[in-house]
């Protein structure tokens, strides 16, 4: 007797395609002990009459399981269980025991309790998600992207697949990014300038831990990037924040002892303001008087469709005493965490070198199948259609917002992907986050963004790289009710 067909169900929320869910299924009821060695599976024209999909996808699923030795064919009798499929543990569970240890003093150095915010996981259900850095699945150029893996996968790249690079990176992408990225951003560099990354959040810790001391003082904009607060907090150097204005960093309040600046010029982070060339060659200027380092975070800057994105500050650098991070994961998709540094020699080697001691390298797969999207033109067609989209909704952003008279505290002249606003000085943020929570919309309170103790509750970010054109208005038309309620 086959298993009762009622025993298979396809979660509403499952990922993959309908064969991936079918054999993930069958394979975690084997796992799990509740399909036994031997027993018989419902035929694929019953699975499927049952599960309202095609016969044909269950017949396929099933070949693939036979393939894996989870399940044997017996000719016209159908599929069973195979004797050979992995068997469930045969223990239990050991019990809950007390845990007498005092984790309070055990802990040498404490991590958690930044200020980094966190964001639904759930956001792609709500209505009206503006909420920063997420990638438009209607945007992104999924069948390239999987062919290049495909192709990453092949015999021809096996070595690239396998091989621990210890501390080295694949050099296909480094060509990539060393003949083609950097001098989009008037860069020059040799390869072993250039050092691949977990991100840009994770170049920004590499810069941190290489660089700064408990005895060294680093600089940031106010407001910044807050996990870039984190991440300074955590090497207990001094930190002194320092309050942008409307072209951004000011280079006259760094204070003389410092030994590196932070600093986002290009698209400041959260005001989106983009620091003018005057004070660029000032910035420059100001850090070889007090023989300081700059850590130029570039981010975002593919999406500039209504200007060209004004010169990178390391493009200017004469003394080598600029660290430039870019990274693949804004203008792909935030999960791949695909980043690069670009620096002097001697600060490239010492970070290479502390990436080998945390985690060898990224995955070298990961690393190919990006330098395949990249040289095989993909990923300029990618971002071309993603400006397209972007500047057609900030289009509709901006309409809805004068509309309501909602002020823009910080647009971005050259493009991006949000806008910095501040709302009358009685609306707490936070508290007006919440409250739309409740009605499908999502944004990002502007508090964390601040530095002291004291911070401005008034401030909250709009992205708009995932909201629907269609949905735009009508989500900017709710906050503003919001906000009008709250005043």
């Known amino acids: 007797m086959a298993l009762p067909v009622e025993t298979f169900f396809l979660h509403p929320g499952a990922q993959g395609t309908l064969q991936q869910q079918i054999q993930q299924m069958i394979a975690q009821g084997i796992l799990s002990g509740r399909f036994q060695h031997g027993e018989k ?15 044909i996808t269950v017949t396929i699923a099933y070949t693939e399981l036979l393939a894996n030795d989870y399940l044997i064919s017996k000719g016209r009798s159908g599929y069973f269980v195979s004797e050979n ?46 909420i920063y850095g997420q990638a438009d699945p209607t945007l992104f150029d999924h069948a390239n992207w999987r062919l290049c893996a495909l192709q990453a996968l092949g015999q021809r790249d096996f070595t690239s697949l396998t091989t621990d690079y210890y501390d080295k990176d694949d050099p296909q992408l480094i060509e990539f990014i060393a003949r083609h990225t950097l001098p989009r951003r008037g860069i020059s560099a040799r390869p072993e300038q250039i050092l691949i990354t977990l991100g840009a959040q994770n170049a920004l810790w590499l810069t941190t831990q290489v660089l700064l001391t408990q005895r060294r003082r680093a600089v940031l904009e106010d407001p910044c ?20 204005d409307q072209d951004g960093l000011p280079p006259d309040a760094i204070p003389p002892n410092t030994d590196v600046i932070f600093t986002t010029p290009s698209h400041q982070c ?14 420059l200027e100001r850090a070889r008087e007090m023989d300081a380092l700059i850590v130029e975070d570039d981010y975002e800057f593919e999406m500039s469709f209504l200007k060209s994105p004004s010169p990178a500050l390391k493009s200017l650098d004469t003394d080598g005493r600029v660290i430039y991070v870019g990274s693949f994961s804004k203008s792909l998709f935030p999960g791949l965490r695909l980043g690069y540094l670009v620096g002097s020699e ?16 990224p995955p070298g797969h990961i690393q190919r199948t990006a330098s395949y999207f990249l040289s095989l033109g993909h990923y300029d067609a990618l971002i ?5 989209a972007l500047q057609d909704r900030r289009r509709v952003m901006e309409a809805a917002l004068a509309a309501h008279d909602l002020e823009v505290s910080g647009r971005g002249y050259h ?16 508290a007006l986050a919440r409250r739309l929570n409740k009605k499908g ?35 900017v038309d709710l906050i503003a009710q919001e906000i009008r309620e709250m005043s």
Request: glycine share 6%.
């Open 41 to 55: 599976l419902p035929s694929t024209r019953k699975l499927a009459g049952h599960l309202s999909i095609s016969r």
């Open 85 to 130: 499929a992995p068997a469930p543990p045969r223990f239990s569970p050991a019990a809950q025991e007390t845990d007498v240890v005092d984790w309070s003093r055990a802990i040498g150095q404490k991590f958690s309790g930044g200020v980094t915010p966190s964001k639904p996981q759930d956001w792609a259900k709500y209505r009206y998600p503006f």
């Open 225 to 244: 990037y807050h996990a870039l607060r984190d991440i300074l907090s955590q090497s207990r150097c001094h930190v002194t924040p320092v309050r942008v």
């Open 270 to 283: 959260p005001t989106n303001t983009t620091m003018p060339m005057n004070r660029r060659l000032a910035l």
């Open 346 to 361: 001697p600060f490239i080697r010492e970070a290479r070198a502390l990436r080998a001691s945390v985690l060898r390298h």
């Open 384 to 388: 071309r259609k993603m400006a397209t």
């Open 415 to 430: 493009g991006g992907s949000s806008f910095w606003m501040r709302a009358p000085n009685e609306v707490d943020t936070d």
């Open 441 to 475: 919309v999502l944004i990002e309170p502007g508090r964390a963004f601040f530095a002291g103790d004291v911070k401005p509750a008034n401030y909250y970010r709009l992205a708009y790289s995932s909201v629907p054109t269609t949905r735009i208005a009508e989500g």
